[in-house]
């Protein structure tokens, strides 16, 4: 089949087969291309949407890239199941099979090292949110009377500020000791920016937004120290996903970029 070569991961050889009706981008089933000791794992895909001019038209069809990255993905969490991937970002092209191994061959230090960082690990999020209604809530905790005059409802906005103040400040106390908790239990840890509620579509307002790198063999007890947090605190979720490939702890060295 003629096209670009789509490049999903790099990993180590493993045995493992994947999943028979695996389909990646654009419809075709991911291959194995190995060298130089490391595999790469990639697809075929279409010239006319993957050529860099395409891109550049693709990245303002939202449509378009949710597919795409769902079938990203797609792949990745496969890869996760059988062997450890060091995932690249989504639409890593080259022109053919000998541009893959090309960009293999140069970055083969670095690609080793960050495999032996990630061997037998996974990423696990954790989220925690300020519940959407709770800030409010905690200033009004008992019907709050009419304001009689402007100085009875200044009184009455300070104390609702200050109650919504205490709220975020017992969020924050809160997310602080579980990020140290779970930070002592996982490898390496990563705090990214609160997610804009806008933007992510969940209710609340992120406090904490932080991913862990744990081995695989100690996941279950990780869950279960995050878990048993979750009624802890009232008006503060505490969210957790994966396990997913340590996209978090690739390391830019761990992108590629078309040819």
């Known amino acids: 089949m003629t096209g670009l070569r789509y490049v999903y991961a790099v990993c180590r050889p493993f045995g493992a087969a994947l999943q028979s009706q695996l389909t990646g981008v654009a419809g075709d089933p991911p291959r194995l291309l190995p060298h130089g000791g490391l595999v790469a794992v990639v697809s075929h895909v279409p010239e006319a949407d993957f050529s860099e001019e395409a891109l550049r038209a693709h990245l303002e069809d939202l449509d378009w890239l949710a597919g795409t990255a769902r079938a990203h993905q797609q792949?990745?969490?496969?890869?996760?199941?059988?062997?450890?991937?060091?995932?690249?970002?989504l639409a890593t092209v080259f022109r053919d099979d000998s541009g893959v191994r090309t960009m293999m061959e140069e970055r083969e230090e670095s690609f080793r090292r960050i495999l032996d960082r990630l061997e037998g690990r996974v990423e696990w999020g954790v989220k925690i949110y300020v519940e959407s209604g709770a800030d409010q809530a905690a200033g009004r905790a008992e019907p709050?009377?009419?304001?009689a005059t402007g100085r009875d409802?200044?009184?009455?906005?300070?104390?609702?500020?200050?109650?919504?103040d205490d709220l975020w400040s017992r969020a924050e106390e809160f997310a602080n000791r579980l990020h140290e908790t779970l930070s002592?239990?996982?490898?390496?840890?990563?705090l990214h920016p609160p997610q804009n509620p806008g933007l992510s579509g969940a209710a609340g307002r992120n406090v904490l937004n932080a991913a862990y790198l744990v081995r695989r063999d100690v996941s279950e007890e990780f869950v279960e120290m995050v878990d048993r947090t979750k009624d802890d605190a009232p008006g503060i979720r505490v969210e957790l996903t994966g396990p997913w490939a340590a996209y978090s702890f690739a390391g830019e060295e761990g992108t590629g970029e078309g040819a």
């Open 153 to 164: 409802y200044l009184r009455q906005r300070r104390r609702q500020t200050r109650a919504s």
């Open 144 to 147: 709050a009377p009419k304001p």
């Open 184 to 190: 002592r239990r996982a490898d390496d840890a990563r």
């Open 75 to 89: 792949v990745i969490d496969a890869l996760t199941v059988v062997t450890t991937p060091l995932p690249l970002r």
